[in-house]
T-cell receptor, first 110, second 111 residues
Framework: DSGVTQTPKHLITATGQRVTLRCSPR?????VYWYQQSLDQGLQFLIQ???????AKGNILERFSAQQFPDLHSELNLSSLELGDSALYFC?????????FGQGTRLTVV | SQKIEQNSEALNIQEGKTATLTCNYT??????LQWYRQDPGRGPVFLLL???NEKEKRKERLKVTFDTTLKQSLFHITASQPADSATYLC??????????WGAGTKLIIKP
């Protein structure tokens, strides 16, 4: 158990819809990272938050947004969903020297 | 931009042999490199970190080397077992605190 909690584990939704993925980092970790991993692809960095502030941005689509709340949990919002958004979405937290990943949310857009 | 390259082809190794995976990086000189293991459908799990001033790091059957001249890290698993079959990823943190990831190499250990 990495200590990072993601909900839900699975999500099936229709094209055009909006979903919210949730992440609770390890106790004491201020950073939260979001990644997308499509089938048989590498990890694509989306965005990082540190103590409530956006710290780094990767290849995140304009239809996607995220935030980190005062209690340090984070939410990733995906809107106007397309079939190509189907993927595993991972959240991670940890110090600079080691990332702890959650179990991921498997999103299927139909 | 900074980049990491790992062999995209799967590596097939006979059980008991040593598996060696390669990670090459460009356009940056990281202070340290990290190695992770990822099983299908699961999040990566941290294995080892090696700093630029360390030539070699060991943990049980795992060994990592770091050659800053070649801009390369090698990851070795000795006495490999079928349970070692997974995708292995290397990563480094750039000056913007972003973790730069390789695409990973799939390792298959055959009994």
């Amino acid at each position: 158990d990495s200590g990072v909690t993601q909900t839900p584990k699975h999500l099936i939704t229709a094209t055009g819809q909006r979903v919210t993925l949730r992440c609770s980092p390890r106790s004491g970790d201020l950073s939260v990272y979001w990644y997308q991993q499509s089938l048989d692809q590498g990890l694509q960095f989306l965005i990082q938050y540190y103590n409530g502030e956006e710290r780094a941005k990767g290849n995140i689509l304009e239809r996607f947004s995220a935030q980190q709340f005062p209690d340090l949990h984070s939410e990733l919002n995906l809107s106007s969903l397309e079939l190509g958004d189907s993927a595993l979405y991972f959240c991670a937290s940890g110090p600079d020297t080691e990332a702890f990943f959650g179990q991921g949310t498997r999103l299927t857009v139909v | 931009s900074q980049k990491i390259e790992q062999n995209s082809e799967a590596l097939n190794i006979q059980e008991g042999k040593t598996a060696t995976l390669t990670c090459n990086y460009t356009n940056y000189s990281p202070a340290y490199l990290q190695w992770y293991r990822q099983d299908p459908g699961r999040g990566p799990v941290f294995l080892l970190l090696i700093r630029e001033n360390e030539k070699e790091k060991r943990k049980e059957r795992l060994k990592v080397t770091f050659d800053t001249t070649l801009k390369q890290s090698l990851f070795h698993i000795t006495a490999s077992q079928p349970a070692d079959s997974a995708t292995y990823l290397c990563a480094f943190r750039d000056s913007n605190y972003q973790l730069i990831w390789g695409a990973g190499t799939k390792l298959i250990i055959k009994p």
